[in-house]
């Protein structure tokens, strides 16, 4: 079975069993901090775990895109080495959510697993591992199933630590947690390696096909587990681990979904298609790459993109190894939206942005090589010894992506060797600061259960009366808020809308009798929406009833802001081209901020295009149309979803200007386009690769910056006594006589340093039969010592000379050695010396050298020292 076929299967399989099919999420987690990237298939379905979130069903299953490549979950450095090892991947998965439990879900595995209807795999080729403790599993593969005892596997705890267990999931060190039943099969006695909880495990004879997790336990900080009220079911099945057992072969890379990608790989290169590591580096690294590239991430130093560009320059450098000589990485694209692009639609859209981005990324990875080169040429130039330090070969890796292996080669070059040894430390401690950093810090019992729903009412009304459900202060739940507290107040309704898609929460107030709440923002927490305030009137208790009131001159607006996105980003698309999409906004009551991925600045005339399309759709007053659908029905509709939102079963669909933005969103807008009034761009720039940023202002705000630009064209015309229709010529008729004075002072202070060159020479001394002439010149810049210093060199014939002066509150030094005394003299050795007086660096040529300082007082001494350093040199 092809791969698609083997996909395909395993959901059709699950739907017949009840499950709802979901498309795989965003690879950056929606509201989710603690994951770098989506990692697993529960991560979307984490919250119906937890009990924070409910859907419209409780059996799901998904084949979902991962990525491992950094923090906890990282296998970065096993990539293209092993079998099984990938950066990029798929999990297939079928989740229960408090639904069918233990005895289902192993039935279900094993029947797709093992029936003729199915995938038809031998039963005695398998083998299935289980808690060491967990009877009920083991009974029912035992007696139910019928697994020999022999081919099952009790798995305790690792270590003796109490749960720490390769057959025991958690979600965290608190939270819902359970044991684990995994399913292996077995190659053949062909292949090295032994069962699992063997010696022999790492092998590659037996392979983890299946993962059932049982969340049945809630651990608490204490260590204590709770059963939960409603166990649940997350199983995850690797889609490439699977696919080369069923295609009878011992290696991922040696299935369908590589074999096309490693012969594009060979042809972008330029070598032979063979077994080669670095074949399957590139292959694997196309894939993550590319996926990440077309759900929003784009490389940068830090965070995510820090993550990919790694990655990026990981394929680069094994291209190289390869013998590329020029850029080939975005080649390959191609290869891969023709084997995934069906699956996963995204690809085919974003293929040229994503060719886009990797070929300039390569092509600055190649300038990145040449500078870390220099720098490792200069430390060696510098070395103590026959070893290259650790630290320095992994500051060039990490800083750099300069590889280890090449800088040992220069190192053999030189007959020189690499500390290997600290570099490895250097990396340990690489990694175990990522891992602290990305894992799930959290305890999730500590996190504020909120059982009710409130109903929002906010689309067609700004007040309305409520009753209160919850107060929360200081992180806990409590009865009562008292006047000057600050609290969070939860209510069964309300007109406040809840941040959510870039749009801000709204402010406004809670009132009743003797009672004010002043509400300064609104969030969501599940299906509550959360009231963050001050009591600034009376107490307020669980139960009470009270009017809501939004704030509606803030609220208009903002909504007028958020409509004015949705056009921007159809004419964005419209005027830049389809590769535009969305990668950030916030739209509050002030101005609107949209990020979109572009890889060059906006000329002036593409943003005077795009204010004249949103106005004319803005002056065409249509109406703005909002309708519920389920999301396949939306998408059908044309309506462009967000990577990185999270959407529900049922999304509304906001459509304006007669279909010129179809997009799904929540958020709260103008009636009509005409109510935005006028829009107004009041900045375009770039906010990392391939990401540019609109602001913009409309409505009250577009008038008062018009207004404010009127009155700064108003005062310009008053300074340069102009009109409307020449005050541009008279203000380049004052630049022009800017710079031909700005030419003449410059000649006329040449002319004064030729001058003061000429009686400069006459104050040279001679220190052991060199002249030395050292001057003190305040006011004179650096480029100003340079010309003098020249002068001086022709003037003396051979010298040793050091210029300095204070220019604006520092100072500024210039040393010239003549060519004959370079031998003997260093100009930046000189300046080193100076510098540090002065509490400054300096350095240069042996000939010319420059440098500054901030210790005035000291000036003097430094000057001082130049008839020092030529005695001590001589």
Avoid at 578 to 596: N, P
Wanted: aromatic share 8%.
């Amino acid at each position: 079975m092809k791969s698609a076929e083997i996909r395909e299967a395993f959901l059709r399989f699950f739907e017949e069993k009840g499950h709802t099919r979901v498309a795989s999420s965003s690879l950056i987690p929606a509201n989710d901090p603690t994951l770098l990237f989506t990692n697993a298939g529960m991560n979307q379905f984490k919250d119906c775990f937890l009990g924070l979130e409910k859907r419209a069903y409780t059996r799901a299953t998904s084949s979902q895109k991962c990525v491992r490549a950094g923090g906890k979950h990282n296998d970065l450095e096993n990539v293209g080495y092993t079998a099984r090892h990938h950066t990029f991947f798929e999990m297939l998965g079928n989740f229960s959510f408090g639904d069918y439990f233990k005895q289902d879900a192993i039935h279900y595995a094993w029947e797709f697993l093992t029936s003729k209807q199915w995938l038809n795999l031998p039963q005695e080729k398998l083998w299935v591992t289980v808690y060491e403790s967990d009877d009920e599993a083991y009974n029912i593969w035992v007696k139910e199933i019928g697994v020999p005892a022999e081919r099952m596997i009790r798995i305790g705890d690792n270590g003796g630590a109490p749960y720490a267990s390769d057959n025991f999931w958690a979600m965290g060190d608190t939270g819902p947690c359970g044991p684990c039943t995994e399913i292996f099969f077995d190659h053949g006695e062909h292949i090295w390696g032994g069962p699992p909880g063997s010696p022999d495990e790492d092998g590659d004879r037996y392979i983890e096909i299946w993962n059932n997790v049982f969340m049945q336990f809630n651990r608490t900080a204490d260590g204590v587990m709770h059963p939960l009220p409603a166990p649940s079911v997350d199983t995850g099945m690797g889609l490439e681990r699977i696919s080369a057992v069923l295609q009878h072969v011992n290696s991922n890379y040696e299935i369908d979904l590589f074999q096309h990608l490693l012969s594009a790989v060979a042809a972008a290169v330029g070598c032979e298609n063979n077994d080669s590591p670095s074949l399957n580096v590139i292959a694997d690294h196309i894939r993550s790459c590319s996926f990440l590239i077309a759900d929003g991430v784009v490389p940068s130093n830090d965070g995510r993109g820090y993550v990919l560009r790694r990655i990026i320059r990981r394929a680069c450098r094994h291209g190289n190894k390869l013998g590329a000589s020029d850029s080939f990485f975005y080649k390959i694209v191609a290869a891969l939206v023709e084997q995934m692009g069906d699956a996963f639609p995204e690809l085919k859209q974003q293929q040229a942005q994503i060719e886009r981005i990797l070929k300039t990324e390569e092509e600055q990875f190649a300038k990145t090589l040449e500078q870390g080169l220099r720098i490792l040429e200069q430390d060696l130039a510098h070395l103590d010894g026959s070893v290259i330090p650790g630290s320095l070969v992994f500051k060039l890796y990490d800083t750099f992506g300069f590889p280890m292996d090449l800088t040992a080669d220069i190192a053999r070059e030189r007959e020189l060797s690499v500390d290997e040894e600290g570099f490895e430390r250097e990396m340990q401690a690489q990694r175990e600061r990522a891992r602290s950093a990305s894992s799930f810090a959290l305890d999730y019992n500590t996190l504020i259960k909120i059982d009710g729903e409130t109903e929002f009412l906010g689309y067609q009304e700004h007040q309305s009366a409520a009753k209160v459900l919850m107060i929360i202060k200081d992180g806990a739940s409590v009865e009562s808020a008292l006047e000057g507290d600050n609290a969070v107040i939860v209510l069964d309704r309300t007109p406040f809308y809840a941040e959510s898609g870039g749009q801000v929460g709204d402010c406004g107030y809670l009132t009743a009798e003797n009672l004010c709440i002043e509400i300064t923002d609104t969030s969501k927490n599940g299906h509550a929406f959360l009231h963050h305030g001050c009591v600034t009137q009376g107490t307020v208790q669980v139960g009470d009833s009270i009017s809501a009131q939004v704030d509606a001159k803030v609220r208009h607006a903002t909504a007028l802001n958020h409509s004015a996105t949705h056009i921007l980003h159809a004419a964005l698309r419209d005027i830049l081209g389809e590769h535009v999409q969305q990668k950030g906004s916030l739209v509050d009551s002030q101005r609107l901020r949209f990020d979109f991925s572009h890889f060059e600045a906006l000329t002036a005339q593409q943003i005077k295009a795009l204010e004249a399309r949103v106005n004319q759709e803005i002056r065409n007053n249509t109406a703005v149309c909002t309708e519920v659908t389920d999301i396949e029905t939306a998408k059908a509709k044309g309506a462009m979803a967000l990577f990185g939102e999270k959407y529900g079963d049922q999304v509304r669909v906001l459509s304006m200007a007669d279909g010129f933005s179809v997009e799904l969103c929540g958020g709260i807008h103008a009636e009509r386009t005409g109510d935005i009034g006028v829009f107004k761009i009041t900045s375009e720039g770039g906010v990392a690769a391939g990401v540019r940023r609109i602001e913009a202002v409309t409505g009250e705000a577009a008038w008062n910056w018009l207004s404010g630009a009127e009155e700064q064209l108003k005062q310009a015309m008053s300074l340069v006594k102009g009109t409307r229709e020449n005050v541009l010529d008279k203000l380049q008729a004052v630049l022009d006589q800017q710079r031909s004075l700005e030419k003449e002072i410059e000649q006329l202070k040449a002319k004064a340093a030729r001058a003061a060159g000429s009686d400069l020479a006459s104050a040279a001394v001679e220190v052991n039969g060199v002249k030395v002439l050292a001057a003190r010149l305040d006011g004179v810049d650096g480029k100003d010592l340079l010309v003098l210093i020249d002068q001086l060199k022709n003037k003396l014939g051979s010298a040793v000379i050091l210029l300095g002066g204070v220019q604006d509150e520092r100072i500024v030094l210039v040393a010239g050695v003549t060519k004959d005394l370079t031998g003997q003299f260093k100009a930046g050795d000189l300046m080193k010396q100076a510098a540090a007086v002065v509490g400054g660096k300096g350095g240069g040529r042996p000939d010319m050298a420059q440098g500054s300082g901030v210790e005035l007082a000291k000036l003097d001494d430094a000057l001082a020292m130049t008839a020092e350093y030529v005695a001590s040199k001589s």
